[in-house]
């Protein structure tokens, strides 16, 4: 199967069958669905505006608060109505896309990355150049699911590079199943702060196999994979929660996070939460 359902436009008549795709673990892809930046906002393309040691601006939508920058003032309010103005534009490819999901939709953040691919040496476990699907310490999503926007803005033509691994989310999750172990928290994880909602069995068998995976270097060499490229003025959505993947490179991308609780899928039984809990035998939330 073709990983990507490649489509022509927001009135393209396939639109139709894209919440199938996305929840059958494909890709989503518009060649040319840009987003425009404004006069002058080119100047933020570049790893100048992070602070300190981030890879990412991130922006609350909610309440117009950024994060992992060092502008301040007037370049910081100019930096952060480009990012509002991108969040508004991935809402809107949504309600175009999956009409369905909007009133059930959790926005979160908005991430701006100016800066390339991470190529630096870092440990497997935050190295996203290696096949995972996402899954994160700080933020359970209780089985909601994560739905994410991409356009790439790179201004000179340089792609973004991912590479996806054949296996759909079920096989691989059956691949891994030895050693999985449902370790949900009571709520002491969010008590003290570390986490921003209750650790479910659910949480902690995704935190391992987003591990697992990463650390396997026998499974990562071995999986068969295909690289796809998403070019400059491309916009993709996906499900990183169900779909393996891996960012080898590119630089200057806009992103936007959705969770999506169970009830908005049209096919619920497609979630990670329902594979794990057929291959566990039990309820994980
Ligand atoms: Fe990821």
Known sequence: MEPRLTLAGLDD???SEAVGALERGRIVMFPSLPFALQRGEEAFL???VFSGKSKNVSFDPHTGKTGGTKLEGENLARMAAMIARY???????????APGYVPH??????????????????????DDRRLHVDAFPSNPNQGRRILRVFTNVHPAG????????NDDF???????????????D???????????GRRTAYDSLMLQLHDNAKLDDAWQAAEPKMRLGFPPGATWLVYTDGVLHAALSGQHAFEQTFYLPLEGMVEASRAPVRALERLTGQPLL
Do not use: C, H, N
């Open 87 to 97: 969040s508004a534009f991935a809402q809107d490819v949504i309600g175009r896309v």
């Open 186 to 196: 009571s709520g002491w994880r969010r008590a003290l702060g570390l986490t921003k």
């Open 46 to 48: 570049t790893t100048e």
């Open 105 to 126: 939709l959790d926005l979160r953040r908005t991430s701006f990355r100016p800066g390339p691919v991470d190529t630096r040496v870092m440990s497997k476990r935050k």
């Open 170 to 184: 079920e096989t691989y999750a059956a691949k891994m199943a030895k050693g999985l172990k449902p370790r949900p």
């Open 158 to 165: 340089l792609e973004r590079v991912w590479e996806i691994a």
């Open 13 to 15: 008549p396939r639109l």
